[in-house]
């Protein structure tokens, strides 16, 4: 059994080979040993999303920042909204941060499917992605456009794909 030292590095190269592969334009933080940072709009001409893939713990991350600086006066329909979603979600969580008015979306695996399974990145980034649409989604109904929390919960339970 390699150590799990030498096993993170490989999943880190795996992991660099993935967003070699899509082309998408990333940056290696300095962070932490392990970490690579990307920006994607989830609709076209929107602010982009702060993405996050790091190893740490003998885990993969996958994170994403889908509110920044939300108002104040909207933390409790945040939380509801919040809430509902993590009913939903089979993989990650939506963690909200009052202290800094974010909400983010979390999803891990431990290190070593990476190295069992070839499209198991892939798999995960693939599911992180398209929850992370799906989120931004809701919050955007939520805070830009003043949709009620349990309407936009209505709505995914019918239409959502979230995995």
Same mark, same amino acid.
């Given at each position: 059994?390699?150590?799990?030292?030498?096993?993170?590095?490989? &999943?880190?190269?795996?992991?660099?080979?993935?967003?070699?592969?899509?082309?998408?334009?990333?940056? $290696?933080?300095?962070?932490?040993?392990?970490?690579?940072?990307?920006?994607?709009?989830?609709?076209?001409?929107?602010?982009? $999303?702060?993405?996050?893939?790091? +190893?740490?713990?003998?885990? &993969?991350?996958?994170?994403?920042?889908? &509110?920044?600086?939300?108002?104040?006066?909207?933390?409790?329909? +945040?939380?509801i909204l919040a809430s509902h979603l993590n009913n939903q979600l089979e993989n990650g969580i939506v963690k909200v941060d009052v202290k800094e008015k974010? &909400? +983010?979306?979390?999803?891990?695996r431990t290190a070593l499917l990476g190295l069992l399974y070839s499209r198991e990145l892939n798999d995960q980034f693939s599911t992180h992605f398209f929850?992370?649409?799906?989120?931004?989604?809701?919050?955007?109904?939520?805070?830009?456009?003043?949709?009620?929390?349990? $309407?936009?919960?209505?709505?995914?339970?019918?239409?959502?794909?979230?995995?």
């Amino acid at each position: 059994m390699l150590p799990i030292e030498k096993r993170e590095a490989l &999943v880190w190269e795996e992991l660099k080979a993935l967003f070699d592969r899509m082309g998408e334009p990333y940056f $290696v933080g300095d962070i932490m040993q392990y970490f690579i940072g990307i920006k994607m709009e989830m609709m076209e001409n929107t602010h982009p $999303v702060s993405m996050n893939y790091y +190893i740490h713990s003998k885990k &993969v991350w996958f994170r994403s920042e889908v &509110v920044s600086n939300f108002p104040e006066r909207m933390v409790t329909d +945040i939380f509801i909204l919040a809430s509902h979603l993590n009913n939903q979600l089979e993989n990650g969580i939506v963690k909200v941060d009052v202290k800094e008015k974010k &909400v +983010i979306y979390l999803l891990s695996r431990t290190a070593l499917l990476g190295l069992l399974y070839s499209r198991e990145l892939n798999d995960q980034f693939s599911t992180h992605f398209f929850n992370t649409r799906d989120i931004w989604c809701a919050f955007h109904r939520l805070l830009d456009e003043g949709e009620e929390p349990a $309407v936009i919960i209505g709505d995914f339970l019918r239409y959502s794909s979230l995995s």
